[in-house]
């Protein structure tokens, strides 16, 4: 089989996963878009901050012009390393979810995953809502999570040198696993697919969702992060909350 026989096939396999898993590649993607400008703007937008100076200062002013400063805002490698990150992620926690979910007595186990990932999102969807409220004390695992970032950030340091090209990549590929909350509720979701193909290309579509609001940050830099992401909470609450009803309906689907 040829290399043009072996696209043609991957294609059809990816057209037969959309049809069949449209609503759940539909809510990775959503959540995303809402998660990428409430959340993620202002947990990786400093990193894209980051890239845009380095790649910008390396510019001679008589070479800089508009095209220029598009194609090092864009920073379009660290997003491709970033979606890199999550199919993977998204492929093997799918993968384990569906042989461990076809094992006697935990057939259950896409239902709960999904059901999980509703929480996650009615929580977002709450915290919006409810943003007057005192914040919860910290727990541990948040210290495990700044422990694992402060890990993941030190190996990625020297890519900040010069993130072009490959280092700009496989600096994406790296921050992509620093952990939040968002994303463990986009894992849960891909991983109810039970299959590699399904999380990766759902886990695929949740980094597209994110894209534009850190595209926004890289552009024009915090200021229009925050005027975007305060546009975009005044609805962000009922767009997660639709996301919930949609995940907790299809766990409903799987028990009927």
């Given at each position: 089989m040829d290399a043009l026989?072996?696209?043609?096939?991957?294609?059809?396999?990816?057209?037969?996963?959309?049809?069949?898993?449209?609503?759940?590649?539909?809510?990775?993607?959503?959540?995303?878009?809402?998660?990428?400008?409430?959340h993620c703007a202002g947990m990786c937008g400093p990193f894209v901050l980051a890239q845009v100076s380095a790649r910008l200062e390396r510019v001679p002013l008589s070479a800089m012009s508009e095209f220029r400063r598009l194609t090092g805002a864009a920073v379009l490698p660290y997003h491709a390393g970033r979606a890199t990150t999550y199919a993977l992620v998204g492929a093997l926690s799918a993968?384990?979810?569906?042989?461990?979910?076809?094992?006697?007595?935990?057939?259950?186990?896409?239902?709960?995953?999904?059901?999980?990932?509703?929480?996650?999102?009615?929580?977002?969807?709450?915290?919006g809502v409810l943003s007057w409220l005192p914040k919860a004390p910290s727990l541990g695992g948040n210290r495990v999570q700044r422990w694992w970032s402060e890990r993941v950030s030190g190996l990625a340091r020297p890519l900040?040198?010069?993130?072009t090209g490959w280092r700009g990549y496989g600096l994406g590929v790296a921050l992509g696993f620093i952990p939040c909350g968002m994303l463990y509720g986009a894992i849960a979701v891909a991983a109810a697919s039970g299959s590699a193909l399904t999380g990766a290309l759902g886990m695929a579509a949740f980094a597209l969702g994110t894209v534009p609001s850190l595209l926004a940050v890289g552009l024009a830099g915090h200021i229009a992060g925050r005027t975007w992401r305060t546009a975009v909470a005044r609805v962000a609450p009922a767009i997660m909350l639709v996301n919930a009803g949609v995940l907790g309906w299809m766990a409903w689907k799987l028990v009927a």
């Open positions: 026989s072996l696209l043609d096939a991957g294609l059809n396999q990816c057209a037969v996963v959309i049809d069949r898993d449209g609503g759940l590649l539909l809510a990775l993607l959503t959540a995303g878009l809402v998660g990428g400008t409430t993968s384990v979810a569906g042989h461990v979910g076809a094992l006697p007595g935990l057939r259950w186990l896409s239902v709960a995953l999904l059901a999980l990932a509703a929480l996650f999102f009615l929580g977002y969807a709450a915290r900040f040198g010069n993130p």
